[in-house]
């Protein structure tokens, strides 16, 4: 458990992160199925709970509002027992996680399930240079 939050927590908080298409969400299902951990896809939570400051056209996303999804899950991770699906980390407390996990896969798998998605070639050109130039892993450390 993180040092301060061992007693508070009877379950351990674990990030699961990396570039778009590199298996977070995926990951992170078959471990809560597995560990009876609750499974917070950041993207969906965010959809749900309108916790954004609008619409990117370039990138064709929402644009988060870090604030609003700590304050969101601040009483959450407290209690522990959570496996966060999210393609970064710099914005959430280090104190939430036990645990930090970077996928990170081949790029021309990566290229193809992007493409897959229906990414438009910015967003692909944009993701493919985080995963080639380890963007996600440095920003974990």
């Known amino acids: 458990m993180a040092q301060g939050d061992g007693d508070k927590r009877k379950k351990p908080n674990i990030l699961i992160t990396g570039t778009p298409g590199t298996g977070k969400t995926t990951t992170a ?7 009876q951990l609750r499974h917070i896809n950041i993207g969906d939570l965010v959809k749900e709970k309108n916790l954004h400051d609008g619409w990117d056209d370039q990138f064709d996303c929402y644009i988060i509002n870090e604030d609003l999804v700590c304050d969101e899950l601040e009483d959450i991770m407290e209690e522990g027992g959570n496996i966060v699906d999210y393609h970064g980390c710099d914005f959430f407390p280090e104190r939430w996680f036990d645990r930090v996990v970077v996928l990170q896969t081949d790029n021309s798998a ?6 897959k998605r229906g990414y438009s070639e910015t967003k692909i050109s944009n993701n493919m240079e985080c995963e080639i130039f380890q963007v996600l892993l440095e920003e974990a450390k």
Request: aromatic residues 8%; charged residues 25%.
């Open 29 to 35: 299902s078959a471990l809560s199925e597995a560990t």
């Open 110 to 115: 990566l290229y193809d399930r992007l493409s």
